[in-house]
């Protein structure tokens, strides 16, 4: 069954210190695409990074990369030196062909950075 | 470039009343999503439109929600009558290609 797992209910990370947010997904399809969306306390889903199964470089974005490690089916957001304002609840999501674009999503992982 | 609006922001009912949230969509996007988000969860799709279509609704409890999108721009999304369990937030999403762009949501509280 397709599913995406986010093993990390919550973290607390000292500021300017590089964080890694773990995302697994399971799914028999070949072509498929996984989001990571940062979800600060206002409310608004803010697409992070996105990246293809057949992409063959890890997507970068900024402070944002993401750790693809296709056999381990495995799509792990990396920040770069943490800020105050990254504070709040990161999702992964997955995309599957043939659905419409609907997404998969995990329950999320809370971050938050301490001074 | 305005982003996905949502209204109101924040709505505290009855169970047994209903209410109506909105979603004007960023310009241009044909296809709009509408999402339930319980507190401590990931987003679940209640139903999707691809202009004024709709393209999935089988996660819409169709006996109390309901949801519109007349002229294929806005849309609105109704409860009637709604239950303690429908406290969430509603999220509107949509997209032209490749990501989806949310709006803040709509948060119900459910007395």
């Known amino acids: 069954a397709q599913k995406i797992t986010q093993t990390q209910p919550g973290m607390f990370v000292q500021e300017k210190e590089a964080v890694t947010l773990d995302c697994t997904y399971d799914?028999?399809?070949?072509?498929?695409?996984l989001f990571w969306y940062k979800q600060p306390s206002s409310g608004e889903m803010i697409f992070l990074i996105y990246?293809?199964?057949?992409d063959q470089q890890n997507a970068t974005e900024g402070r944002y990369s993401l750790n693809f490690q296709k056999a381990r089916k495995s799509a792990n957001l990396v920040i770069s030196a943490s800020q105050l304002g990254d504070s709040a609840m990161y999702f992964c999501?997955?995309?599957?062909?043939?659905?419409?674009?609907?997404?998969?999503w995990g329950a999320g992982t809370k971050l938050i950075i301490k001074p | 470039e305005a982003g996905v609006a949502q209204s109101p922001r924040y709505k505290i009912i009855e169970k047994r009343q209903s209410v109506a949230f909105w979603c004007n969509p960023i310009?241009?996007?044909?296809?709009l999503y509408w999402y339930q988000q319980i507190l401590g969860q990931g987003p679940k799709l209640l139903i999707q439109?691809?202009?004024?279509?709709?393209?999935?609704d089988s996660q819409l409890p169709k006996d109390r929600f309901s949801a519109e999108r007349l002229k294929g721009v806005d849309s609105t999304l109704k409860i009637q009558p709604a239950k303690l369990e429908d406290s969430a937030v509603y999220l509107c999403?949509?997209?032209?290609?490749?990501?989806?762009?949310f709006g803040e949501g709509s948060r119900l509280t459910v007395l």
């Open positions: 999403a949509s997209r032209f290609t490749g990501e989806l762009f």
């Open positions: 310009s241009g996007h044909a296809t």
């Open positions: 439109f691809q202009n004024n279509g709709v393209v999935d």
């Open positions: 799914t028999s399809d070949p072509s498929y695409g």
């Open positions: 990246q293809g199964s057949y």
């Open positions: 999501a997955m995309k599957l062909p043939d659905s419409n674009y609907q997404l998969i």
